[in-house]
């Protein structure tokens, strides 16, 4: 016998040890039996070994934690910020610290306990009224200031329209490094912040660190890491910062909030897209990937040709220059798979290509691909699911 | 009303062709052209009618780009040249950029959202507080009220009227204005204005903040990302190979029986 638990690799609730055992989500160390189901569940990551002697020497240090900036607007937070406290936990379990989330709105509601739940050890909290919409010199103000004192040594932001308005100007005021959009964050052996991104449009990747500041900071699109399954179960600390503002830490005032009834397309947590492009030549023949995308309950994707030609809305673009999505399946109709194109969807899992010419870039990272004309694949494709 | 236009020159990366058989990027021969948000953002400071100082830093090539931007309309260019500057990252681009504004009156500073080479979209809140202006970025329309801008920020799901007083930074996008095209006027009589060519010295920038050695970020490795290798292509009558791939995908239960 000997004492296992379930790793963040495992995205179930239970899991079947053989012998009528099982193991759930925060059941922390059981015993199991040396069964097939045991060494299987060893070998795919899913569960790890006590090992006292390892978690004695690896008591979590104090301080230089890696932090998450979570946005929130009318007291909701995006998915994104979720995808990058599980990217964070990664992180600050490589470097045995802390993971923490600073969290600035006018009144808590349930946010931190759903920070906590998705990884945050800690929530650093700051209520106040002049923090209810976000503003960028009250923001820049509050982290800032949380920075210097706290000495947190990786800080991470959603590159939203939020994240990439206030990061540059925290890194600014602090003199620290920042890079954009970045797809891959590891720790090195000097246990520094090893930041991947994407850079000449997408045609080349570079490799970022920042050696000689702290903290270390990143902004990373929505859809790019992986959030970690919800454990309400998890326990972590708020921690309620005290913040002294006035009117004049504004520099702006934000006038009216207008939310447009432009249904905008959830694509970065969707798990079926379709997608179409320039090859379907006409508004008309668009409808044919929307009567898919419908028919498989997915999203409608594009291409940026097929939204500069007007057959629909920007919020559906996929890439470079629109969203980066990793759905479990992308179906690219008549979509040539121009670099910028595929940086945005290439972490799909299964990605079928449809495209009448067969030296199109995007059968080059096709799992699945069909030459032929889409006017009459689609079609066929859609009686063929509903039969 | 004076206002300065931060623009910069890259390659136009839509353009850029990798070699099939290496994989590698094509560097020769990609055309460089002015960052397009920065042509747009050129265009906003001809239409509110100020006078106009176009920016920019880089190689004695950039040139180029501003004087496209002065046969577009604008009244003053200068050019931030030095090897000094090079290797910048945004935080020294963004310090040298505030060395040379803080040298000039201004009322207004407008920038394109983010350069197409890089995508960062921070030079302009990084410029921005090091001459601790308001900013407001993501602009998609701008009014100015005496002195005060008010301008609609854009936001995933709609937009937020925002306003500061001047003077200001902005960082535009594309959805404020189609930028003109110059006239053949425009075009002859940039080639008789005067382009500032100036070095660290001449704007007083602090050597500790601007260029490589001083940028907080550092490049490690730059790679070809490897694309997944090609999977199968299905092959048959249309009607055969639509049944194969729905077979596949509820093989895998990425589509269920309906």
């Known amino acids: 016998m000997a004492k296992v638990r379930l790793t963040d690799n495992f995205s179930g609730f239970f899991l079947d040890l053989g012998t009528g055992v099982t193991i759930s989500k925060g059941d922390g160390f059981i015993e199991a039996p040396d069964t097939i189901e045991l060494h299987?569940?060893?070998?795919?990551?899913?569960?790890?070994?006590?090992?006292?002697?390892?978690?004695?020497?690896?008591?979590?240090?104090?301080?230089?934690?890696?932090?998450?900036?979570?946005?929130?607007?009318?007291?909701?937070?995006?998915?994104?910020?979720?995808?990058?406290?599980?990217?964070?936990?990664?992180?600050?379990?490589?470097?045995?610290?802390?993971?923490?989330?600073?969290?600035?709105?006018?009144?808590?509601?349930?946010?931190?306990?759903?920070?906590?739940?998705?990884?945050?050890?800690?929530?650093?909290?700051?209520?106040?009224?002049?923090?209810?919409?976000?503003?960028?010199?009250?923001?820049?103000?509050?982290?800032?200031?949380?920075?210097?004192?706290?000495?947190?040594?990786?800080?991470?932001?959603?590159?939203?329209?939020?994240?990439?308005?206030?990061?540059?100007?925290?890194?600014?005021?602090?003199?620290?490094?920042?890079?954009?959009?970045?797809?891959?964050?590891?720790?090195?052996?000097?246990?520094?912040?090893?930041?991947?991104?994407?850079?000449?449009?997408?045609?080349?990747?570079?490799?970022?660190?920042?050696?000689?500041?702290?903290?270390?900071?990143?902004?990373?699109?929505?859809?790019?890491?992986?959030m970690h399954e919800k454990d309400k179960g998890r326990t972590g600390k708020v921690i309620k910062i005290m913040v002294d503002l006035n009117e004049n830490d504004s520099l702006t005032r934000v006038i009216e909030?207008?939310?447009?009834?432009?249904?905008?397309?959830?694509?970065?947590?969707?798990?079926?897209?379709?997608?179409?492009?320039?090859?379907?030549?006409?508004?008309?023949?668009?409808?044919?990937?929307?009567?898919?995308?419908?028919?498989?309950?997915?999203?409608?994707?594009?291409?940026?040709?097929?939204?500069?030609?007007?057959?629909?809305?920007?919020?559906?673009?996929?890439?470079?220059?629109?969203?980066?999505?990793?759905?479990?399946?992308?179906?690219?109709?008549?979509?040539?798979?121009?670099?910028?194109?595929?940086?945005?969807?290439?972490?799909?899992?299964?990605?079928?290509?449809?495209?009448?010419?067969?030296?199109?870039?995007?059968f080059q990272i096709a799992d699945y691909g069909i030459v032929g004309d889409l006017n009459k694949v689609i079609p066929q494709l859609i009686e063929g699911i509903k039969r | 009303m004076n206002i300065v236009v931060c623009v910069k020159q890259v390659p136009n990366t839509n353009e850029v062709k990798t070699d099939p058989k290496t994989g590698t990027l094509i560097r020769e021969g990609v055309p460089v052209i002015i960052n397009p948000e920065d042509k747009v953002a050129v265009e906003a400071a001809l239409q509110l009618n100020g006078n106009v100082i176009v920016l920019s830093m880089g190689p004695p090539q950039a040139e180029e780009a501003l004087r496209e931007a002065l046969a577009m309309g604008a009244h003053e260019a200068m050019l931030l040249c030095d090897v000094k500057f090079a290797g910048s990252d945004t935080w020294a681009t963004a310090n040298a950029l505030a060395a040379a504004i803080k040298r000039l009156s201004y009322d207004l500073i407008i920038c394109g959202r983010q350069a197409i080479d890089g995508d960062t979209a921070q030079v302009g809140p990084q410029l921005a507080e090091s001459l601790a202006l308001p900013q407001i970025s993501y602009v998609q329309k701008i009014e100015i009220n005496e002195n005060k801008i008010i301008a609609h920020r854009e936001l995933e799901d709609g937009y937020e009227i925002v306003e500061a007083k001047l003077p200001a930074l902005i960082t535009v996008t594309k959805e404020l204005h189609k930028p003109r095209y110059a006239s053949l006027h425009g075009i002859n009589s940039a080639y008789e204005k005067e382009i500032k060519v100036l070095t660290a010295k001449d704007i007083g920038a602090d050597e500790k903040t601007v260029g490589l050695k001083s940028s907080p970020t550092k490049v490690k490795k730059i790679f070809t990302p490897q694309g997944k290798s090609a999977g199968v292509k299905l092959e048959g009558d249309i009607k055969t190979v639509c049944q194969k791939l729905i077979c596949i995908l509820k093989e895998k239960e990425i589509i269920r029986e309906f």
């Open chain 1, 40 to 226: 299987q569940a060893v070998s795919n990551g899913y569960v790890d070994f006590e090992n006292e002697e390892k978690e004695k020497t690896q008591k979590i240090k104090e301080g230089q934690e890696v932090w998450v900036f979570a946005e929130q607007r009318n007291g909701r937070i995006p998915q994104v910020v979720f995808e990058l406290i599980g990217k964070a936990r990664e992180l600050a379990k490589k470097l045995n610290v802390k993971a923490g989330a600073v969290l600035l709105c006018e009144k808590e509601k349930d946010m931190p306990g759903e920070l906590i739940a998705y990884g945050a050890d800690k929530v650093y909290l700051a209520e106040n009224p002049l923090l209810k919409n976000y503003n960028t010199g009250v923001c820049t103000k509050v982290i800032s200031d949380l920075i210097k004192k706290e000495n947190p040594d990786i800080v991470m932001y959603g590159a939203t329209h939020i994240g990439r308005d206030l990061a540059p100007r925290i890194a600014q005021r602090i003199t620290t490094g920042l890079t954009a959009d970045c797809t891959g964050l590891e720790i090195d052996d000097d246990s520094l912040l090893i930041q991947t991104k994407p850079a000449f449009g997408g045609n080349i990747m570079a490799q970022i660190k920042c050696p000689d500041h702290k903290p270390q900071m990143s902004t990373v699109r929505p859809g790019v890491m992986k």
């Open chain 1, 257 to 362: 909030i207008v939310k447009e009834n432009k249904c905008v397309a959830n694509l970065e947590s969707a798990e079926i897209i379709v997608a179409g492009g320039r090859g379907l030549g006409t508004r008309e023949n668009f409808r044919h990937i929307e009567e898919l995308a419908g028919l498989l309950c997915g999203e409608v994707g594009a291409s940026r040709a097929a939204v500069d030609a007007g057959w629909i809305s920007k919020d559906h673009q996929v890439g470079q220059t629109g969203k980066t999505v990793r759905p479990k399946l992308y179906i690219a109709c008549g979509i040539s798979g121009a670099i910028q194109h595929r940086t945005g969807m290439q972490n799909a899992g299964i990605i079928v290509a449809i495209n009448k010419d067969p030296n199109a870039m995007i």
